[in-house]
């Protein structure tokens, strides 16, 4: 068993859905949680982080952990074909040791 | 552009071959971080920095793989003997000091072994 699993996906919404993607996790000792969009050969851009458990909200992004059942979301509001991209979850034991990464989730977004 | 530059941007190579490729931080971040990503996975880690010293390496990193932040700037990856399995993107991330870890990427050298 992978240390993080991500559904692969691909999802496909149409334009203004609320899109939900999950991340689970088996390590109990990682306490930071990052979101990054990936668009296609390109590198990952950090859109939301979050340490510990709780919820934060950025625009139209929305980022939860729940460390009790060792499972985080981002929701997106209002989406848009410029949403349209590769969603990776990110964790870390600590602020200075290396990310490890889900799969990634590949959404669509139809105008 | 003050964001993580990597050069170069692609690369193809035949299998054997050496290759270098080069990572620009951010200024005055003194972490560093390699990671590979293959077609439909997520990043997976090599190596990391704090300023010039190599801390961690992942059982990833073979001995083909060297990694050297010379002055605690820039950084250079060498493959030696390159192998077809070593086709990949390259990526490269920096995050300055502060407890957060929020790492910024580059744009990735895309590495095409024939």
């Known amino acids: 068993q992978k240390e993080v699993e991500q559904d692969p996906g691909p999802l496909s919404v149409p334009e203004g859905a609320i899109v939900s993607l999950n991340c689970t996790y088996s390590n109990s000792a990682f306490q930071y949680f990052m979101w990054y969009r990936q668009y296609s050969r390109k590198g990952p851009e950090l859109l939301m982080y979050?340490?510990?458990?709780g919820n934060k909200e950025d625009g139209r992004f929305t980022a939860q952990v729940d460390k009790s059942s060792k499972y985080i979301s981002l929701f997106i509001r209002d989406s848009q074909p410029s949403d349209s991209a590769t969603y990776l979850c990110a964790m870390s034991r600590s602020g200075n040791t290396p990310l490890v990464f889900g799969k990634g989730t590949r959404l669509s977004v139809i105008a | 552009d003050t964001g993580v530059s990597q050069d170069p941007r692609h690369k193809i190579t035949k299998r054997g071959q050496n290759v270098t490729f080069r990572c620009d931080p951010i200024s005055e971040h003194n972490r560093l971080y390699w990671y590979r990503q293959t077609l439909g996975q997520g990043p997976e880690f090599l190596t990391y920095f704090q300023n010039e010293a190599q801390l961690e390496k992942s059982r990833l990193l073979s001995d083909r793989f060297s990694a050297e932040r010379p002055k605690g700037s820039f950084s250079t990856l060498e493959i030696q003997r390159t192998e077809q399995g070593d086709s990949a993107m390259y990526l490269c991330a920096s995050r300055g000091q502060g407890a957060i870890n929020e790492q910024f990427f580059g744009p990735g050298t895309r590495l095409t072994v024939l």
């Open positions: 979050t340490y510990s458990s």
